[in-house]
T-cell receptor, first 112, second 115 residues
Framework: GENVEQHPSTLSVQEGDSAVIKCTYSDSASNYFPWYKQELGKGPQLIIDIRSNVGEKKDQRIAVTLNKTAKHFSLHITETQPEDSAVYFCAARKAAGNKLTFGGGTRVLVKP | DAGVIQSPRHEVTEMGQEVTLRCKPISGHNSLFWYRQTMMRGLELLIYFNNNVPIDDSGMPEDRFSAKMPNASFSTLKIQPSEPRDSAVYFC?????????????FGPGTRLLVL
């Protein structure tokens, strides 16, 4: 089955700096890659996703890149703010209808 | 839309008791997922349903766990008997189908503590 590895497990950045989280996946048939943000005491919330026919996607301060050949994808947060502090999860899925496989999560701390 | 609704939000029970967690998916969604989250094991998929039918229950830890989805708007996850190691946050998620609608939405979770 699919295996998703996520690094780093913790990330501390200064407010205003950029944060980058990387994930690798094992199944070349995976074609959908969402990123979730989980704040303390809440459920994970989708913040951005990318499909395999796209190499990069941006939404304000957040961007995701996908390298299908290398089977890795990354989340980039620019101009980090204290409210970006949370746990971030990457995930991968094959065809629609199948389950998501999640990475282990990255705890991001943005220091003011 | 109210999003995925879970109840109760918190549950404290004693070892050996039956625990029932409830989930109402987003209206119109046809896939429902139950996850368990712990510090040690992260986010684990327990079981998921498509059109009310269980598709993959390989993540269910043992026979003490069971899940049902009697209709498109309701699902339960039951633990009987409960054990301290079942203490975790349990999330329900739902997803629509068709076209580009593949986003999976999580509920707020049920925090379970088994004493």
């Amino acid at each position: 089955g699919e295996n998703v590895e996520q690094h780093p497990s913790t990330l501390s950045v200064q407010e205003g700096d950029s944060a980058v989280i990387k994930c690798t996946y094992s199944d070349s048939a995976s074609n959908y890659f969402p990123w979730y943000k989980q704040e303390l005491g809440k459920g994970p919330q989708l913040i951005i996703d990318i499909r395999s026919n796209v190499g990069e996607k941006k939404d304000q301060r957040i961007a995701v890149t996908l390298n299908k050949t290398a089977k890795h994808f990354s989340l980039h947060i620019t101009e980090t703010q204290p409210e970006d502090s949370a746990v971030y999860f990457c995930a991968a899925r094959k065809a629609a209808g199948n389950k998501l496989t999640f990475g282990g999560g990255t705890r991001v701390l943005v220091k003011p | 839309d109210a999003g995925v609704i879970q109840s109760p939000r918190h549950e404290v029970t004693e070892m050996g008791q039956e625990v029932t967690l409830r989930c109402k998916p987003i209206s119109g969604h046809n896939s429902l997922f139950w996850y368990r989250q712990t510090m040690m094991r992260g986010l684990e998929l327990l079981i998921y349903f498509n059109n009310n039918v269980p598709i993959d229950d390989s993540g269910m830890p043992e026979d003490r766990f069971s899940a049902k989805m009697p209709n498109a708007s309701f699902s339960t996850l039951k633990i009987q008997p409960s054990e301290p190691r079942d203490s975790a946050v349990y999330f329900c998620a739902s997803r629509g189908s068709g076209g580009a609608v593949v986003t999976q939405y999580f509920g707020p979770g049920t925090r379970l503590l088994v004493l």
